[in-house]
């Protein structure tokens, strides 16, 4: 009896909603963001650290296809769909240098080692408590047996390892294969002896493309959601009362809780949600990305 009734609430429920819907009325999206108040989310900066894996990888995101899902009315029913944007996919910027110099102590961090390199906040906190022993003397002796392992190989000619340089990020990496222990105990001695030592190797310097999100933000407004089931679920619920057409893809590492909502502006339902969110207080990704790559701009290693 009890499931019965339940089932006829939900039913009356979601009938009032969608007549609200279709005269309109958002009144599903403005009972979840009642009901469901972490949905509103913030983007935050992540924990920087010794590895390479903190930097967002806004650089890779639309990788590969330029692809994003969605919602949509069509001419009886409301329902999911595919579309392809240039302009997603070249989010990203890349340049590469074949020949680039730099000291050691530029080196802010690394992208291989048997220790967790995420658990130090920098290089030097890293081997003071992995590798003690290397950095027990600090001498010019000392320093030059460090470099002198085989497992670095940015000192090697025809090596694999190389740097990387984000724009939004402002670190500079070495993305190394062996001998992180051995790297950071010359890194902490050279810079304490004032000894450089001078390395060279190809540079990935990766950016944020502004056209491309000002492109996208001409035609879509751009907004922060939580990514669980259930936020997705509801949010998709919501719109489908409401038959306002939105597309989504999920944030790159580390932001993978949460989802990018791309609202046409075309569409006047679309433009409605797009209202309330910023109403709301939701986060703007449109006005973020933009942000960062104005920033990213005067950046440089």
């Known amino acids: 009896m009890e499931r019965s009734l339940n089932h006829v609430v939900s039913a009356g429920r979601n009938l009032f909603l969608s007549i609200a819907g279709n005269f309109g009325y958002p009144a599903a999206l403005f009972q979840l963001i009642k009901t469901q108040p972490g949905i509103r989310v913030e983007i935050e900066a992540p924990c920087t650290n010794a590895a390479v894996e903190s930097v967002v990888n806004w650089h890779e995101w639309g990788h590969p ?35 680039w110099s730099c000291d050691i102590s530029e080196i802010d961090g690394l992208f291989d080692s048997r220790s967790m390199l995420t658990n130090y906040q920098d290089l030097d906190a890293f081997v003071e408590q992995e590798s003690p022993g290397y950095i027990d003397t600090l001498s010019l002796a000392r320093l030059r047996e460090n470099l002198s392992h085989g497992g670095i190989g940015i000192l090697k000619d025809n090596t694999s390892d190389y740097f990387a340089y984000h724009n939004w990020d402002g670190r500079l990496f070495l993305i190394n294969h062996d001998g992180s222990h051995h790297f950071a105990a010359a890194r902490y001695i050279a810079q304490r002896i004032e000894e450089p030592v001078p390395l060279q190797g190809k540079l990935y310097h990766y950016g944020i493309n502004g056209q491309a999100i000002k492109d996208l933000r001409r035609d879509f407004e751009i907004f922060v959601i939580g990514a669980s089931e259930v936020f997705n679920l509801e949010f998709n619920d919501a719109m489908n009362h409401y038959r306002a057409d939105y597309y989504y893809a999920d944030l790159p590492r580390p932001y993978t809780d949460l989802q990018a909502i791309f609202l046409p502006h075309q569409k006047e339902r679309s433009a409605r949600v797009a209202e309330i969110l910023r109403d709301e207080g939701f986060f703007n990704l449109g006005q973020y990305l933009q942000d960062l790559s104005i920033r990213g701009l005067r950046n440089n290693p």
Request: charged residues 35%.
């Open 65 to 99: 296809y330029g692809e994003l899902k969605g919602w949509v009315k069509q001419a009886d029913f409301y329902g999911g769909t595919v579309i392809r944007r240039d302009e997603f996919l070249k989010i990203g910027t890349r340049e590469v240098t074949d020949q």
